[in-house]
Structures are given as C-alpha cells and as structure tokens.
C-alpha cells in the first residue's frame, strides 16, 4: 500500500466524524494534549490541502503521535516536497515496528522522490542508494512484496545498473514464477549486454510464454547474429516480420540483417514496410536510404536521406558520404539535388 492509499483510508475514517475545522480548534484549546483531537483536526486540514498547517499541528509532538498522525505528517511534508523531513517523520515508524515493510517502502518512495528533485549527481546517487536498501529490506521482510520488486528493478534499470537488474529479474523468476515481463527484461538485457548464450534462452522463453509480443524476437535474433548463427537468425526475422507487418521494430530489424548481409534490395523492401508503419522512424528512413543508394537507385534514395536528416543524428555523415560519391558520378542535376539537400542537412 502506499502513501495516497494509506492517508485516503485514514483522511476517510478522520472526517466521517461530523465535526468542522472549527469544532476541532475549539476543542483543542480546551485540551492540547488531547491527541485524537489533534490528529483529527491535522486530518481536515490534510483534506483541504493546508499541509502547514497539519504540520504545524503534528510536528512538535512525534513523542505522542498515533501510527495515523505519523503518516499524516509524512503526508503533508511530501505535499510541501520536504522530502527530507518525510524520511524523518517515516523512520520514526520504523523505530516502532522495524518488521513492518509498508514503512520501509514508503521511507524508500520518499528517498526517491528525493532523488528526482536532486540535481547534485553525488547527492543524488547516495538518496539512490539509501532508496535502494530500503527497498532490499522490504524484499528481506515480504519477499513475494511485487510493487518493491518492480520499482527496485526500474531503479536499477533508470541507473542503467544492469548486472543489478540482471540477478534481480532471476531472484524474480524464483520468486514470481515464470512471469512473461520478467523473462521479456532478461531477453533485452542479455542481448544488449552480449550474454548471448543467456540471450538465446531466456529470449526462447519468452517467445514461448508470450508469442504475440514483438520485441524478443529482435532481440534473439540480434543474439543469433552476434554468435555467427546467420541461418537461424534470418529463418526467425523472416518469420516474425510475416508475423508482425505493423511492427516498425520487427521491420527495421530485419532491414538490417539483410543491410548487414549485403543483400540491398530485400533489405530496402523490408525498411519500405518499416517506413509505412512508422513514418517518423528515423532508423528505418536511414536504413531505406542506405538500401537503396547502395543498390544503386540514387534518385529514390534521397527522400529517405533527407528524412533521415531530420530525424537521426547519425544520418549527416553517411549522407555526406553518398553526396560526395554522387559528384564523382559527375555533376548532374541529381547530383545538385544532393548537395543541396545535404548542406540543408547541416
């Protein structure tokens, strides 16, 4: 449960009681130290979003507070993005009832939180670190708790941190079974990391457990290529680009298998499909344009360059290049259209 579940169940209980702001204020000054009262009166002023003012109530007594006032406190420093004094206001929880791991997970939500409004890299990775321990300590407690699963896995994927996610996703298959989103996550990573043995099964898994999602199938065979087994990898392209013709991704790729094998013209045909499914994909404009220049259509080639240009950085050079092997084509009109274009480019 997190912190807007926890303070709608409470805000809910605290004003079903038929007493306004005033009341509640009255009754206070006749008993400050009556903490029901207090906390009351804190939880109305929750509710008409009067964050300092429930702080202002709440704050000087942490000696005496209910497990409802903490959370309220908590609440309204998060309101404020005093992220800081909401850790504060947390870790007395966690003093009370150190096993509870919705405490843990909320002190980890707001170390996060923390984070994101840090601009300092060393602050931040050190607010990222104290997240990411708490996190493993509500894992410790709950091991089967997926909400702290799955944020400590985007943290660690956020960070770029993929060994980390790595034996977090197969700690996840031992605890979760063999869920498709763990097993699709072990397949991209396996791939881009050059796991590739790794790659290969854990992509043939989620195929398996999954066979309508596209993008494993990339993945394998990007895995497939990399450890020389071309056949299977063009056999598994070929098949998923006849399965998913939408799929600007499937698409792409298989243009670029056969872009790599030098085989221009089924290259081309396959980014052509890439291009009608996504227009705006500067990686299949970049990759028609490079087909079909290569296979020596110059003149259809240049559309695809100068979308390209707009939409991939790495286009420039490359079209510079084939501009540069236009004029020593000679100095046609064709030849004029591509310097121009090129220099529009830069």
């Known amino acids: 449960m997190d912190m807007a579940s926890l303070l709608t169940l409470l805000l809910f209980t605290s004003l079903s009681f038929a007493q306004n702001a005033s009341q509640l204020d009255a009754a206070l000054k006749k008993n400050p130290d009556d903490m029901k009262t207090r906390e009351r009166l804190a939880a109305v002023y929750a509710g008409e979003n009067k964050a300092d003012q429930a702080i202002e109530l709440l704050n000087p007594y942490t000696d005496q507070l209910s497990e409802s006032g903490f ?3 908590a609440n309204s420093y998060s309101k404020q993005k005093d ?3 909401e850790v504060r206001t947390l870790n007395f929880l966690i003093v009370k009832d ?5 405490w843990h ?5 707001a170390y996060l939180k923390q984070a994101s409004e840090t601009k300092d890299e060393e602050r931040n990775k050190v607010l990222l670190t104290s997240a990411i321990q708490r996190m493993r300590r509500v894992l410790q407690i709950n091991p089967k708790y997926k909400p702290a699963f799955d944020q400590l896995l985007s943290t660690f994927l956020q960070q770029q941190a993929n060994n980390e996610a790595r ?3 197969m700690e996840g298959v031992n605890r979760f079974g063999k869920r498709p989103e763990l097993f699709r996550e072990l397949c991209r990573l ?10 290969v099964g854990n992509c043939s898994e989620s195929i398996n457990l999954t066979p309508e999602y596209t993008d494993h199938y990339v993945y394998m065979v990007q895995a497939l290529h990399d450890q020389k087994e071309d056949l299977r990898a063009e056999n598994l392209i070929v098949k998923a680009a006849k399965k998913f013709p939408q799929s600007e991704f499937v698409q792409w790729a298989a243009g670029e298998l056969f872009l790599r094998k030098k085989n221009y013209p089924v290259a081309a045909r396959y980014f052509q ?3 009608k499914a996504k227009p705006t994909s500067g990686r299949a404009q970049f990759g028609l344009a490079k087909s079909l220049f290569e296979n020596n259509q ?19 050079e490359v079209f510079m290049g084939a501009t540069g092997r236009m004029k020593q084509k000679g100095n046609g009109e064709l030849t004029q259209k591509y310097i121009r274009a090129a220099n529009t480019c830069r």
């Open 71 to 73: 959370l309220l406190l």
């Open 83 to 85: 992220y800081a004094n």
């Open 98 to 102: 150190e096993e509870n791991f919705k």
């Open 105 to 109: 997970m909320l002190v980890a939500q």
């Open 167 to 169: 034996e977090l996703l």
């Open 190 to 199: 396996d791939s881009q990391d050059g796991f590739l043995v790794q790659a």
């Open 273 to 275: 499909v890439a291009v």
């Open 298 to 316: 110059d003149e259809a080639a240049l559309e695809p360059f100068i979308q390209a240009c707009k939409l991939e950085p790495n286009a420039l």
